[in-house]
């Protein structure tokens, strides 16, 4: 499996933005998640999606983000609206597999005015 992240930026807090997480590849893909990375921070799971459809959020980031799937696009998104600055961190898109954890390269989102 390989995944293409892609939708991070600078936004002013308050804004939005999309990420993307493009997947390729023949294994079957059992729930994709955006983990962050802020400097100095421990890697944190932000958001979960299952083959099943099933959600699940990071405390800090609900309300505020989505998680959804294209299945035909093979895509990943997450809507993130009302961001605040302790958001700015890298995003990871990491597929889980039977195979185990496949992780696509991160795009930085900075929130900053």
């Known amino acids: 499996v390989q995944l293409q992240a892609s939708g991070g930026g600078l936004v002013q807090p308050g804004g939005s933005l999309r990420l993307s997480c493009a997947a390729s590849?023949?294994?079957?893909?059992?729930?994709v998640g955006w983990n962050r990375q802020a400097p100095g921070k421990q890697r944190e799971l932000v958001a979960v999606?299952?083959?099943?459809?099933?959600?699940n959020y990071a405390d800090s980031v609900k309300g505020r983000f989505a998680i959804s799937r294209d299945n035909a696009n093979h895509t990943v998104y997450l809507q993130m609206n009302s961001l605040k600055p302790e958001d700015t961190a890298v995003y990871y898109c990491v597929a889980d597999t039977q195979l185990g954890n496949y992780w696509g390269q991160g795009t930085l989102v900075t929130v900053s005015s």
């Open positions: 999606i299952t083959s099943a459809g099933r959600t």
């Open positions: 590849g023949s294994i079957s893909i059992n729930a």
